[in-house]
């Protein structure tokens, strides 16, 4: 069994920067791992995966030159550094594990973690 827990979530202006870590328990080391998003009455949307070695990642568009997605697996940590923010980065965001390779769709993630909120004001 995988447990995830986002935590670095908050309230920081435009232009600012964040950083997101996933803290996992259990053995994750041969999972990707993902990140994903969800604001008010939109749909969760794909932001960035990393691959269970860190040898492959993907990106959102809306992320690239943006985002930074890296992994700790001694550590069993997963970031998302988020810099130059924008009103419209505001949500709550997930990580997500899945066993070995990167997708973006979010229904081929095994588990979950509770979420963590960004706001970008304005």
């Known amino acids: 069994q995988v447990q995830l827990v986002e935590s670095g979530g908050g309230v920081v202006e435009a232009g600012g920067s964040l950083k997101l870590s996933c803290a996992a328990s259990?053995?994750?080391?041969?999972?990707?791992m993902g990140w994903f998003r969800q604001a008010p009455g939109k749909e969760r949307e794909f932001v960035a995966a990393?691959?269970?070695?860190?040898?492959?990642?993907s990106y959102a568009d809306s992320a690239k030159g943006r985002f930074t997605i890296s992994r700790d697996n001694a550590e069993n940590i997963v970031y998302l550094q988020m810099n130059s923010l924008k009103p419209e980065d505001t949500a709550v965001y997930y990580c997500?594990?899945?066993?070995?390779?990167?997708?973006?769709?979010?229904?081929?993630?095994?588990?979950w973690g509770q979420g963590t909120q960004v706001t970008v004001s304005s």
């Open positions: 997500a594990a899945r066993p070995f390779i990167i997708r973006t769709e979010g229904g081929t993630y095994e588990y």
């Open positions: 259990g053995r994750t080391s041969r999972y990707a």
């Open positions: 990393i691959q269970w070695n860190g040898g492959s990642t």
